[in-house]
């Protein structure tokens, strides 16, 4: 069973939204933080945003600040990048990854990845 599956990629143009969902089958999903990263062609991979099994914390890239809001939903082990006012650089590969420590430094579980595309 694969541990986190992303979806709800696809292509848009600058200034539109996408939202992106992971579904999370790890055991101890309700206590672990949840963060989506993205990685761009040519480039390293790069943190986007984090939740911790706390609610009310979360943290953000400076590059989506503002932009981008992460939220999870316990009860559906599910975690979603609701993502506006997108840019050409948001073009990317997400990832949804899983840190079962819940401090969101430690990621043992990572999704197989959906392409955002945006177009200027």
């Known amino acids: 069973q694969v541990p986190l599956v992303e979806s709800g990629g696809g292509l848009v143009q600058a200034g539109g939204s996408l939202r992106l969902s992971c579904a999370a089958s790890v055991r101890t999903f309700s206590s672990a933080a949840m963060g989506w990263f993205r990685q761009a062609p040519g480039k390293e991979r790069e943190f986007v945003a984090v939740i911790r099994r706390s609610l009310g914390y979360t943290r953000y890239a400076d590059s989506v600040k503002g932009r981008f809001t992460i939220s999870r939903d316990n009860a559906k082990n599910t975690v979603c990048l609701q993502m506006n006012s997108l840019k050409p650089e948001d073009t990317a590969v997400y990832y949804c990854?899983?840190?079962?420590?819940?401090?969101?430094?430690?990621?043992?579980?990572w999704g197989q990845g959906t392409q955002v595309t945006v177009s200027s």
């Open positions: 990854a899983a840190d079962e420590t819940g401090w969101g430094r430690e990621y043992g579980y």
